[in-house]
Structure formats: structure tokens, C-alpha cells
T-cell receptor
Framework: GAGVSQSPSNKVTEKGKDVELRCDPI?????LYWYRQSLGQGLEFLIY????????KSGLPSDRFSAERTGGSVSTLTIQRTQQEDSAVYLC?????????????FGPGTRLTVL | AQSVTQLDSQVPVFEEAPVELRCNYS??????LFWYVQYPNQGLQLLLK??????LVKGINGFEAEFNKSQTSFHLRKPSVHISDTAEYFCAVSTSGGSYIPTFGRGTSLIVHP
């Protein structure tokens, strides 16, 4: 079946602009995660959803970052007033359900470049 | 809180040689351990996982890892690497206390030379 997809694959924007990153999880997966991957920094956890609710938003780096999930499926990560330090690869992952040790299935990521 | 340390940022090795990628974790509760691989311009893919039971875990592509509770380690090994194994490898740990959200290490870049 189809895996996790993300769009766009690449996004170049100017400092101060808003961007939206989209994630389509595997059908039926109730848990969805967003990570940020900066060069040499590993994966930084941003937020996760169980269904449409986000129990833990503590990983969001600032109030310029927000995320939502609708219909228990598609999720959108929005970055307002982008800064150069927001440049990174944003990865989305899904798993069958939260609260267990299920593996995560990752999308290919969106590479964001803020000029 | 849980944490993961990958001791080597880069590991160069010649083709057909053995390799070990090191991972140490810190946690006060029982852990679940994972190794993921990331090929260029792709997302992460699960190599193997330790949940319970046998401490030696076998995964895809000939990789294996051993859970050592006393040394809090979960090193990844392969007896003979191929050029195609060149990739970034991430160790991750999750616990019930952390809502099962994995904490990832910084990654180890495995570079296989011909």
C-alpha cells in the first residue's frame, strides 16, 4: 500500500513569509508525528497527534509554529514569519496508534530553505 | 527523561569489512530500542527493534544489534558491508514514561568505500 507522503518535497521561501507543509499518513494510522532534521542534529521532535488532537505540543520551537490534523488523516505544519534558522528538513511519520511501541513509518520529508 | 548518544558521527569502512555503529541510552525505566536507516533524500526506514526477549535482534539487510542492559547499549553490527549500505543510521529509544515517543540520536554516517 501507499506509504507516508509529504508535499512539497522542496520549498524555498523568503524570510518573513508563511509556509505550509503537508503530510498524508498511511491510511488507518491514528498517530502522526512531526520532526525537524537539521544538519548534524538528528531528529528534533515537534508535535504528535492521536487522531485529531495533539496532546503534546511542547516540542514546537516557538509560537510561529502550529499544526493541525483533520479527519484523523492529513496534517499541516504551518510556520509563520519564517526565519533563516527554520531551514531544515521536516519529516512526518505515522504509526498505527500512539501509546505503544509501534515502529514509525516516515515520509521522504520536505526540505525548507529560508533565504 | 530518556536520551540517546551515538558515539560516532561518521564511520568510514571498506566494502566487505565488518562494522559496528555504537549507541548508548539513558533511561530510568524499561526501554524499547530501534535502529533506523536513512538513504539520501529519503525518509527513515526501520532496520530492527528490541522490545523484549532475546537480546540479540536481527533486522533487514543483514544487520543485527545486541541489547546490553548493564552497559545501556544497543550497538548495530554487520559482518560484511556493501557499498549500498552507505547511509545515515539513527538509534532511537522510547519508554512508557515518555508516552512512547522515540528520542533519536544525532545519527551516524556510514561511508562504505570500494
Amino acid at each position: 500500500g501507499a506509504g507516508v507522503s509529504q508535499s512539497p518535497s522542496n520549498k524555498v521561501t523568503e524570510k518573513g513569509k508563511d509556509v505550509e507543509l503537508r503530510c498524508d499518513p498511511i491510511s488507518g494510522h491514528t498517530a502522526l508525528y512531526w520532526y525537524r532534521q537539521s544538519l548534524g542534529q538528528g531528529l528534533e521532535f515537534l508535535i504528535y497527534f492521536q487522531g485529531n488532537s495533539a496532546p503534546d505540543k511542547s516540542g514546537l520551537p516557538s509560537d510561529r509554529f502550529s499544526a493541525e490534523r483533520t479527519g484523523g488523516s492529513v496534517s499541516t505544519l504551518t510556520i509563520q514569519r519564517t526565519q533563516q534558522e527554520d531551514s531544515a528538513v521536516y519529516l512526518c511519520a505515522s504509526s498505527p496508534r500512539q501509546g505503544t511501541y509501534n515502529e514509525q513509518f516516515f515520509g521522504p520529508g520536505t526540505r525548507l530553505t529560508v533565504l | 527523561a530518556q536520551s540517546v548518544t551515538q558515539l560516532d558521527s561518521q564511520v568510514p569502512v571498506f566494502e566487505e569489512a565488518p562494522v559496528e555503529l555504537r549507541c548508548n541510552y539513558s533511561s530510568s525505566v524499561s526501554v524499547y530500542l530501534f535502529w533506523y536507516v536513512q538513504y539520501p533524500n529519503q525518509g527513515l526506514q526501520l532496520l530492527l527493534k528490541y522490545l523484549s526477549g532475546s537480546t540479540l535482534v536481527k533486522g533487514i539487510n543483514g544487520f543485527e544489534a545486541e541489547f546490553n542492559k548493564s552497559q545501556t547499549s544497543f550497538h548495530l553490527r554487520k559482518p560484511s558491508v556493501h557499498i549500498s549500505d552507505t547511509a545515515e543510521y539513527f538509534c532511537a529509544v522510547s519508554t512508557s514514561g515518555g508516552s512512547y515517543i522515540p528520542t533519536f540520536g544525532r545519527g551516524t554516517s556510514l561511508i562504505v568505500h570500494p
